[in-house]
């Protein structure tokens, strides 16, 4: 006996984009124009994802996508007992992907791919700033961990001007989103550690208008969410001193999705926090938050030579002084759902299926920055192509119509395409202080020329004969 069950999931990485189906299929059917190709497969008992390979300039590549599958069945089977899962795949060119299970057995092989078109396509208007972001799963102990990770870059130029000086380190975001699953079949009591915690670091701060940066986090209903916890940090200890800077966090759950603000960022470059010290729990030194002295810089700073620095610098964008041995602010948030032995069957598989998809819809993560801009005298806040404002910021059509000329189809888009912030991988190298980005990664502007379908991999190779390129975070 077969049991099926749709995947309600949807992910997107380099160029590939997978999502749920509306029927089944029994075989792969070759999709025609614009639609994606659907198929049936069979898995293991017990399988929480499946492994896509798929094509790159760069080689072949793997995507670990989860699924969900009902584990409660009306009779009782073995070890050899089979469920069914579907999915629906479609890409930014025509290819073919390989799908297997968690012991790596084939479960479909060459696959064909549709590509979905140009820029117009559906699904195809906010690809560009997750094409370079991945989303994993790993798994601990009868738990299973779902992750997205990555790095926000922003730059501060909207609405007035393009991409100005093209360095995308006006604010940099680390960012790591997790939900945990427990496998009730085995561990029912421990299902009140189920969670999604949010953790974001603020890497950089390097233009004079960023207030704020934050994640309208748009795949997590707030009617799941039954507790919060947050807390602000230098690292991942420091909780007191951290306490004592002018920082501030917000986590707001009255409007349907949670909206998260790590607050008073522009704090790093007042005459304060040039002084702020405190110490490292981790290795007992004393640190400067944001030095801007070569004399206050400990040791164990960055060794680049103290050169080219503005009147007015930034936070961890200059040479010679970013703070690469210290800890960072990071903002832990952990939302919590009701325990799931308090549920019905379906009401806790409607609940733990909603916090996979939160985590693993890179497409809905929308992060975004606060800016005061004193030319026009006005707040506003600047996001990723395609992606709307947060509730809280109504005043985008009278903004947006300021300064260049807008891509009238996109949000966050002018006209000649430039965009003003994306979404790179984990201890992606970002640039210094007024120097280019493009020059840095010479391959970016073939990958933003083509909508994401060429030069995948751009972000693994940086120019570092530059000179612009900061450290390994």
Known sequence: MKIQKFLSWAACAAGLVLASCAESLDEPQQPTSGEATEITVVVPSGTRSVTVA????GGMKNLNVPITLNDNYSEQYGASAITTGKLALASAVATSVNIYDEQGNKLALN???????????????TMLPEDAVHNYVTEDANQTFYHSSGVAMFDDSWPLTYTEDEDYNDVIIDYDIETKYVDMSIIPDQAWREQIKVVMHLRSVGGEYPRSAGLYLESLDTKYIKSTEARLTLGNHNEEDAAKMDITYNVDLSGEHPLIVIDNIDWLMSEEARTATYT????GQQWYVNPRDPAKIVTNNNPLEYTDIAANTFYNVNPGIINTGGDLFTLTVIFKGTDRNELSIEEGQEQIDHFINATMDINKQN??????????????????????????????????ALGVAKDASTT??????????????????????KKSFTTLYPEYKGWFDSNGASNTDWYLHPDASTGYLCCWW
């Not at 798929?54 to 300039?57: A, E, G, K, L, S």
Request: hydrophobic share 30%; aromatic share 16%; net charge neutral.
């Open 54 to 57: 798929y094509p790159t300039n």
């Open 111 to 125: 696959v064909p791919v549709k590509g979905i078109g140009d820029a117009t396509a559906a699904g195809n208007a």
């Open 280 to 283: 490292n729990e981790k290795d």
């Open 367 to 400: 992060f975004f920055i606060g800016c005061y801009n004193r030319i026009i005298k006005r707040s506003f806040e600047i996001h990723m192509k395609g992606y709307n404002p947060s509730p809280n910021y109504t005043s985008y059509d009278s903004e947006n």
């Open 412 to 433: 966050y888009c002018a006209a000649d395409g430039s965009v003003y912030g994306f979404k790179v991988p984990v201890l992606t190298r970002h640039a210094y202080e």
